[in-house]
Structures are given as structure tokens and as C-alpha cells.
T-cell receptor, first 116, second 116 residues
Framework: AQKVTQTQTSISVMEKTTVTMDCVYE???????LFWYKQTASGEIVFLIR??????ENATVGHYSLNFQKPKSSIGLIITATQIEDSAVYFC?????????????FGSGTQLTVMP | NAGVIQTPRHKVTGKGQEATLWCEPI?????VFWYRQTIVQGLEFLTY????????DSGMPKERFSAQMPNQSHSTLKIQSTQPQDSAVYLC??????????????FGPGTRLTVL
């Protein structure tokens, strides 16, 4: 069965620093997709970045990047030069390719607080 | 460019009443997903449609819950005889998914259902 685990419940960092959020996943599939989403205080869920399992290069979008370690089934999210508005709950998610169902399986989330 | 629209944003029902939640996907998106978010269970998949056809309803409670997509511009989630444990935020997401190629899901603002 597929599973996504985020062990960090909350993280606090100072503005303009770099933060890494951890995520490990379990799957028997050879092909899968990994995502990070952000949920703001208003409840809005925003797509941030994705990593396709067959790609070796780490994805980067703006000040978000991924640390994909396939042998460890790990997909960390790195946010550089954090800003106050990055404060949110960050969810790691996985979708599998084998069953024809593209549902997302989410981790429990990490609350990030960026302090001035 | 309008995002996913969900109505109503808030709904309060009495125990045993019916609740119907509406979702309008992003224009041109071929897939619609429903998720539920609670503090205890986190984000859970319920069901999804591709090109209006039901693909996977493995997350739907077997009784009282049903979903339809009568046309490409809207989907409904109906809960009959609502119970207090149905209280949650119900989220709709859509994507440009094709059967052979995964695309990111974009979420609506959610409907907060409260069952008294």
C-alpha cells in the first residue's frame, strides 16, 4: 500500500533563511509522481512543485527545490530565502501510475512559521 | 483565469438531513477529484472522474455518499442522512490529466460542512 509520512509537525525559521522539510514515501510502483502543496491560513491549497520518479534531476521552481533521494524513498522540500508569507502548512503527496487512478495520497503536513 | 469554484463555502445541516456540494472545475480540465479534510484524518481521497466518467470511488463511504458529474462544467457530491462525523472540509480539485500522462491537480477553496 502507498503511504506518505511527514515526521516534522512544525518548524520555525527566521526570515531569509533556508528551510528543509522532510517526506518519505512507500510504494511498490516503479513509476510514480511526488508533489508538494502549501495550505495557507485561509485554507487555500496551492500546488508548488512536482518530481517524476523517472527523472534524476531535482525539480526547482522559483525559491522551491526538491531533494529527491530515490533509494531512500525520500523527497525533501527546500525553501531558500524564506519570506513571512511562506508561513503555511506544507503537504507532501504522491500519485501512482500503475492503477490508472491518479488520486493523491497526502502526508500529515508540516506547519512552517517564518519569523521576522 | 478562474480557478476551481466550490459552492457553498459553508454549509450547516442537522443530523439526518441531506447535503449537496457543488464543484465547477477549471475550464478545459478533464479530471475532477473530491477529497475530504479533517483534523484527525487529514486529507483523504474520496472519488474522481475523468471526462465525466467515474474512474475511482475507492475512498467514498459505501453508504450515504454519492458523486456525479453530469457535464464537463460541474460535479456534485451528495451526502444523505448526514452524521456529525461527516463534518469536514470537502475539497474539489481538477487537472488537465490524460490517461497516459499525469498533470497536477488544482484545488478549490473547499466547502466546510458542519453537521449539528
Amino acid at each position: 500500500a502507498q503511504k506518505v509520512t511527514q515526521t516534522q509537525t512544525s518548524i520555525s525559521v527566521m526570515e531569509k533563511t533556508t528551510v528543509t522539510m522532510d517526506c518519505v514515501y512507500e510504494t511498490q510502483d516503479s513509476s510514480y509522481f511526488l508533489f508538494w502543496y502549501k495550505q495557507t491560513a485561509s485554507g487555500e491549497i496551492v500546488f508548488l512543485i512536482r518530481q517524476d520518479s523517472y527523472k534524476k534531476e531535482n525539480a526547482t521552481v522559483g525559491h522551491y527545490s526538491l531533494n529527491f533521494q530515490k533509494p531512500k524513498s525520500s523527497i525533501g522540500l527546500i525553501i531558500t530565502a524564506t519570506q513571512i508569507e511562506d508561513s503555511a502548512v506544507y503537504f507532501c503527496a504522491m500519485s501512482r501510475a500503475s492503477s490508472g487512478s491518479w488520486q493523491l495520497i497526502f502526508g500529515s503536513g508540516t506547519q512552517l512559521t517564518v519569523m521576522p | 483565469n478562474a480557478g476551481v469554484i466550490q459552492t457553498p463555502r459553508h454549509k450547516v445541516t442537522g443530523k439526518g438531513q441531506e447535503a449537496t456540494l457543488w464543484c465547477e472545475p477549471i475550464s478545459g480540465h478533464s479530471a475532477v477529484f473530491w477529497y475530504r479534510q479533517t483534523i484527525v484524518q487529514g486529507l483523504e481521497f474520496l472519488t474522481y472522474f475523468r471526462n465525466q466518467a467515474p474512474i475511482d470511488d475507492s475512498g467514498m463511504p459505501k453508504e450515504r455518499f454519492s458523486a456525479q458529474m453530469p457535464n464537463q462544467s460541474h460535479s456534485t457530491l451528495k451526502i444523505q442522512s448526514t452524521q456529525p462525523q461527516d463534518s469536514a472540509v470537502y475539497l474539489c480539485a481538477s487537472s488537465l490529466e490524460r490517461e497516459e500522462n499525469y498533470a497536477e491537480q488544482f484545488f478549490g477553496p473547499g466547502t466546510r460542512l458542519t453537521v449539528l
